[in-house]
């Protein structure tokens, strides 16, 4: 079965520290990944979607950044945080092929205060 | 690009009562229209979808409608229970192979 890891649940980062935060999913090959981020009592903004490795579309103009190194690994970055960059922060997966859901499932979250 | 808006912000019924929660979307060429469903500091998780295709679907006590012509669609919960109360979001995408994009989500809450 397919699963998907988002690491670490929670982190608290200084303004103008860098991010990493990274998602793997298991089980499935080649899927579509997303990072969105839901900011306190808000909805699901997307961020990056990837179709593929080394595919990532920008979806808001920030000072975030992704990358797809591995089939399966998708990575979310910032080179100096801002306070604005607090948030719910989700990965997910859903599968490309035709004739499927197109459901996504998400990992646990990352709950980043910017502090 | 596609543009999803969602309506009440927030709702709070009797228990027992229905609860029925609307969005609208900009793309026409949309065709996939999840539901999902977020309990407090957890992952939003599906609880029904509809494709284009389809006018209507029912799970139990959960239903979504689709009016294409009109581009919207609706979830109906019916016999609310306690268990019910989260948030909720709807969801477009123009198939497998494309991005999602979420409404701005429901709280709904149910009174005892």
């Known amino acids: 079965s397919q699963t998907i890891h988002q690491w670490p649940a929670t982190l608290v980062q200084p303004v103008g520290s860098p991010l990493s935060l990274e998602c793997t999913v298991e089980?499935?090959?080649?899927?579509?990944l997303y990072w969105y981020r839901q900011a306190a009592g808000r909805g699901l903004q997307l961020l990056f979607y990837s179709v593929g490795i080394g595919q990532i579309s920008s979806e808001v103009p920030q000072n975030l950044s992704a990358s797809r190194p591995q089939d399966r690994q998708f990575i979310l970055s910032s080179k100096k945080l801002l306070l604005s960059d607090s948030g719910f922060y989700l990965c997910?997966?859903?599968?490309?092929?035709?004739?499927?859901?197109?459901?996504?499932?998400f990992g646990q979250g990352t709950r980043l205060t910017v502090v | 690009g596609e543009n999803v808006e969602q309506h009440p912000s927030t709702l709070s019924v009797q228990e027992g009562d229905s609860a029925v929660i609307k969005c609208t979307y900009s793309d026409s060429a949309s065709n996939y229209f999840p539901w999902y469903k977020q309990e407090l500091g957890k992952r939003p998780q599906l609880i029904i979808d509809?494709?284009?295709?389809?006018g209507e679907k029912k799970d139990q006590r959960i239903a979504v409608t689709l009016n294409k012509t009109a581009k919207h669609f609706s979830l109906h919960i019916t016999e609310t229970q306690p268990e019910d109360s989260a948030v909720y979001f709807c969801a477009a995408s123009k198939g497998s192979a494309s991005k999602i994009i979420f409404g701005s989500g429901t709280r709904l809450s149910i009174r005892p």
């Open positions: 509809i494709r284009s295709n389809v």
């Open positions: 997910a997966w859903s599968v490309p092929r035709t004739g499927r859901s197109g459901e996504a499932f």
């Open positions: 089980g499935t090959s080649n899927p579509n």
